[in-house]
């Protein structure tokens, strides 16, 4: 998604507008970061229901390195993927058993 001039003018002022009430509320920088990578990524990762590969994709990062970062950050991918489930082994065809391949 690419934003044209004005969308983008407009999120900017947006953002100058939080990080100013961010400031005024004595917020760490380190905090402000923190915070900001977790919506971000959370974001992502919900677009994508949770799918991790996707989502590093879209963020232009490698899936170890998001991997890592939600863990850092303590985010539970496994709320995202709620309802995103494999069937169970018994109601899956033979070609996706690992096993009946081998």
Do not use: W
């Amino acid at each position: 998604m690419t934003l044209c001039g004005k969308e983008r003018e407009t999120v900017r002022d947006q953002l100058e507008a939080l990080i100013l009430q961010m400031y005024k509320s004595n917020i760490l920088y380190s905090e402000a970061v923190r915070e900001f990578k977790k919506r971000f990524i959370l974001t992502v990762l919900q677009e994508n229901n949770g799918n991790q590969c996707r989502a590093a994709r879209q963020l232009g990062m490698h899936r170890n390195t998001l991997s890592r970062t939600i863990s850092e950050l303590k985010i539970d991918v496994r709320q995202l993927r709620a309802g995103v489930k494999r069937p169970p082994r018994s109601a899956r065809p033979a070609a996706y058993d690992k096993r009946a391949l081998r």
